[in-house]
């Protein structure tokens, strides 16, 4: 098992930066490649980022390219994604979600920050 908690959210005005951090516990992060989400009112919750276990892969959702990168620190079982020139389109609840494998499904997921993006 491995708990993940997400910190970071808050309320920002429209192109301002937030790092969103999620720390894991229970397990060694370097085991787990992670996932960041989101979740807009009444929306589906959809893929930001992710990035591989050794942290030397990564990859974006089309919505975010150019503005998130996502990183990690395993000495610290940290994974931050920072966000920078935000829209008020990227307010939801962002979630961090951890992987044994590279592919399929997220076994861990967080509780979830609130970003508010206003314009």
């Known amino acids: 098992q491995v708990q993940l908690v997400e910190s ?4 920002v005005q429209a192109g301002g930066s937030l790092r969103l951090s ?9 085991m787990y490649n992670m996932g960041w989400f989101r979740q807009a009112p009444g929306k589906e919750r959809e893929f930001v980022a992710r990035i591989s276990a050794s942290g030397d892969s ?5 919505s975010v390219k150019g503005r998130f990168t996502g ?3 395993n000495t610290k079982n940290t ?6 020139s935000l829209k008020p389109e990227d307010t939801a609840v962002y979630y961090c979600a951890a992987r044994r494998n590279s592919i399929g499904t ?3 997921w967080g509780q979830g920050t609130q970003v508010t993006v206003f314009s």
Request: charged share 15%; with cysteine; hydrophobic share 30%.
């Open 79 to 84: 994974v931050y994604l920072q966000m920078n």
């Open 58 to 62: 990564t990859a974006y959702a089309d």
């Open 106 to 108: 997220y076994n861990y």
């Open 71 to 73: 990183s990690r620190d």
């Open 8 to 11: 970071g959210g808050g309320l």
């Open 22 to 30: 999620c720390v894991a516990s229970g397990r060694t992060l370097s």
